[in-house]
């Protein structure tokens, strides 16, 4: 009992850490932070198990994480209030082709990281982008504007009354 209890703690922990670090994806992680992922992976298992090695001991453990994961998707299924708490919240980046510096600062996203995801989408110009929206799960979503859209932005509003001008 006392490594379902402790695992238990440790999976509350681990899902708030991951909360508050952001939303950065494994293939965003640096040389260092990957390490840095596999190292805590091992310290969990040591606090998780502590004296006990057994196989009991990691069934119990793996048990315990994989049913409070399960029970999370459920609850963020079921209570759709709760989701935004649980999983985050898209959040947009750029809107008009106009970025929002301080929600870049609020994310810790780099510009270079926004450049970089902006070509992954052949985006070549910032200007181009209607909406760009970072997903809750770290991914970019980019809609551009169409060339209609940019032609009907360029040209003069048209005059109320019908008459011409």
């Given at each position: 009992?006392?490594?379902?209890?402790?695992?238990?703690?440790v999976?509350a922990?681990?899902?708030?850490?991951?909360?508050v670090?952001?939303?950065r994806?494994?293939?965003?992680l640096?040389a260092?932070?990957?390490?840095l992922l596999?190292t805590?992976g091992?310290l969990?298992?040591q606090t998780?198990?502590?004296e006990d090695?057994?196989?009991t001991g990691?069934?119990?453990a793996v048990?315990?994480f994989t049913?409070?994961s399960i029970?999370?998707?459920?609850v963020?299924w079921?209570?759709?209030?709760?989701r935004p708490?649980l999983?985050?919240?898209?959040?947009?980046?750029?809107r008009?082709?106009?970025?929002?510096?301080?929600?870049?600062?609020?994310?810790?996203?780099?510009?270079d990281d926004?450049?970089a995801?902006?070509?992954?989408?052949?985006?070549?110009?910032?200007?181009?982008?209607?909406?760009m929206?970072?997903e809750?799960?770290?991914t970019?979503?980019?809609?551009t504007r169409?060339?209609a859209?940019e032609?009907?932005?360029?040209e003069?509003p048209?005059r109320?009354g019908g008459?011409p001008?």
């Amino acid at each position: 009992m006392d490594v379902i209890v402790r695992a238990a703690i440790v999976f509350a922990i681990l899902w708030f850490v991951l909360r508050v670090s952001g939303k950065r994806q494994v293939t965003q992680l640096s040389a260092f932070e990957l390490i840095l992922l596999v190292t805590l992976g091992d310290l969990i298992s040591q606090t998780v198990l502590q004296e006990d090695l057994s196989l009991t001991g990691g069934a119990l453990a793996v048990a315990t994480f994989t049913l409070l994961s399960i029970l999370l998707s459920w609850v963020s299924w079921r209570f759709r209030r709760i989701r935004p708490v649980l999983e985050g919240e898209p959040t947009i980046l750029i809107r008009d082709g106009s970025v929002d510096d301080k929600v870049l600062r609020y994310e810790r996203l780099p510009m270079d990281d926004v450049l970089a995801a902006a070509r992954e989408h052949g985006v070549r110009d910032l200007a181009e982008v209607d909406l760009m929206v970072l997903e809750a799960d770290g991914t970019f979503s980019i809609f551009t504007r169409s060339p209609a859209e940019e032609n009907d932005q360029d040209e003069a509003p048209p005059r109320r009354g019908g008459a011409p001008a």
